[in-house]
């Protein structure tokens, strides 16, 4: 399959707090890695490194993967390619799978929150399970790899859910550099 069809589609890490990370420390320990390479300009986005196929796991039959930006038909800049962005934010976000969103499990009852709806809770410091009425940090609930909530997000773009996976290396770089342990999920919009 071709890149074009994983436009829509990103592997993101984050880490396991809601506090703020400093932008130049990711950067620092993601080109240290040989994950990220050249900024593609001021927004934060980075061309994948020398390093990158071995701290990005592809599984199964391995993909078409384009790792350089070009120029669609129109002439205009294509984003269909792979490289990574940093997103921060002022306050935790939820980003989560916008095209197959899944209820997230409470971590109390462990039971899908069947009240729960990607459109109202995208900003919510927590959410009250329908089942056992508890009130959870956002953060703390399982969205089973469809959805992370933190300030910080490392984004690496045209990778279809499951399709690939971090390495450890570069999870015990990202923590070393930062202090906190990183996870990984996956969202299409």
């Known amino acids: ?46 061309l994948t490194g020398e390093n990158y196929l071995e701290l990005i796991n592809y599984l199964g039959c391995s993909p078409n993967i384009s790792f350089e930006p070009g120029t669609n038909d129109a002439g205009t800049e294509n984003k269909s390619f792979c490289h990574i962005n940093i997103h921060q934010f002022d306050t935790p976000r939820l980003i989560l799978c916008r095209s197959q969103p ?18 109202h809770a995208l900003d919510t410091p927590s959410i009250t399970c329908d089942n056992c009425h508890s009130e959870t ?5 399982n969205w089973h790899k469809s ?21 450890p290396a570069l999870l015990d770089r990202l923590e070393k550099a930062t202090g906190t342990s990183w996870q990984y999920f996956y969202a299409c919009r």
Do not use: N
């Open 1 to 46: 399959m071709s890149s074009t069809a994983y436009s829509d589609c990103s592997l993101y890490l984050q880490p396991s707090t809601t506090d703020a990370i400093a932008t130049d420390r990711l950067v620092d320990a993601l080109r240290e890695t040989g994950l990220a390479g050249d900024a593609l300009d001021q927004d934060q986005r980075y």
């Open 102 to 119: 899944r209820k997230p499990q409470c971590p109390s009852c462990k039971r899908p929150v069947s009240s729960w709806s990607a459109d």
């Open 137 to 141: 940090a956002t953060g703390h609930y």
């Open 147 to 167: 959805a992370g909530f933190a300030r910080s997000f490392i984004e690496i773009t045209d990778i279809f859910p499951r399709e690939a996976v971090p390495q």
